[in-house]
């Protein structure tokens, strides 16, 4: 079992990194797709699905330095351009135009998905003894799953 970063093996390292970068490219993508949202939600809803957006943009920008931190302390690089998170990410862009609904449904999907790419992350980090990363991404997925359930309830 890994005790340390350091403990890891050349090939456990880079293919944990991946599966980080996968995670972080989701969460920068959901990131900017949370603050499109609350930049330009309209309606009677205004108020509080502009302040949940914000809670959620906001959490996800600490949630990238997270998870970009573990790369490096992996020994590995975090990737940090856009293009590559764009075409990486499995979470789309959204249209600034959508109605409030579609707005909560796409960033509920987009929770969703970051929260099974954690889980993946979480089960791999286990194989190979890097109880750090499988405790961030355990922790990740769990505000995932509460902001999907957050966002789901405005839709019942």
């Not at 880079?14 to 993508?29: D, F, K, R, Y």
């Not at 355990?138 to 839709?155: P, S, T, V």
């Amino acid at each position: 079992m890994a005790q340390t970063a350091s403990d890891l093996s050349t090939d456990a390292s880079v293919e944990i990194a991946a599966a980080l970068n996968q995670a972080l490219a989701e969460t920068v993508v959901t990131t900017m797709l949370a603050q499109n949202f609350h930049w330009n939600v309209t309606g009677m809803s205004f108020g509080p699905l502009h302040e949940l957006f914000q809670m959620i943009y906001e959490d996800h920008f600490t949630g990238q330095d997270d998870l970009a931190e573990r790369v490096r302390a992996i020994g590995e690089t975090a990737e940090g351009k856009l293009a590559v998170h764009l075409e990486r990410s499995k979470v789309t862009e959204g249209d600034a135009h959508a109605e409030d609904r579609e707005m909560i449904r796409h960033l509920a999907e987009a929770q969703e998905t970051i929260g099974a790419t954690l889980a993946g992350l979480s089960e791999l980090a286990a194989k190979h003894g890097d109880v750090r990363t499988e405790d961030l991404a355990i922790e990740r997925g769990r505000a995932h799953d509460k902001f999907a359930w957050m966002l789901r309830a405005h839709l019942n």
